[in-house]
Nanobody
Framework: QVQLVESGGGLVQTGASLRLSCTAS????????MGWFRQAPGKEREFVAS????????VYSDSVKGRFAISRDNAKNTLYLQMNSLKPEDTALYYC????????????????????WGPGTQVTVSS
């Protein structure tokens, strides 16, 4: 299993930017598809973005498409989420997660398809 720790969250105003990081250790990061998810108070955890192990594919939820960008640096075992034009509705606890199948060809977007989760980092966007 891969161990994950998120960082980079904070309190920002509407329209600001943040970059989240997720540092991985344990199982080989470079061959693992990764995802970002978020959970707002009283709501279910939802998909934000995912990226293939080779970075040749990325998928975004409609709510963040065009504003967020997922990337990774396999040499640093780190996953990123660049968040621009933040809105109050982006306020949530953000989690990174790892696909349990090494080298999977297809990207998954469902919460149920990810087996390793970090503790989360809080993002709060004030209006």
């Amino acid at each position: 299993q891969v161990q994950l720790v998120e960082s980079g969250g904070g309190l920002v105003q509407t329209g600001a930017s943040l970059r989240l990081s997720c540092t991985a250790s344990g199982r080989t990061f470079s061959g693992t598809n990764m995802g970002w998810f978020r959970q707002a108070p009283g709501k279910e955890r939802e998909f934000v973005a995912s990226i293939s192990w080779s970075s040749n594919k990325a998928v975004y939820s409609d709510s963040v498409k065009g504003r967020f960008a997922i990337s990774r640096d396999n040499a640093k075992n780190t996953l990123y989420l660049q968040m621009n034009s933040l809105k109050p509705e982006d306020t949530a606890l953000y989690y990174c997660a790892a696909d349990p199948l090494y080298g999977r060809v297809t990207l998954r977007i469902g919460v149920e398809h990810y087996a390793s989760w970090g503790p989360g980092t809080q993002v709060t966007v004030s209006s």
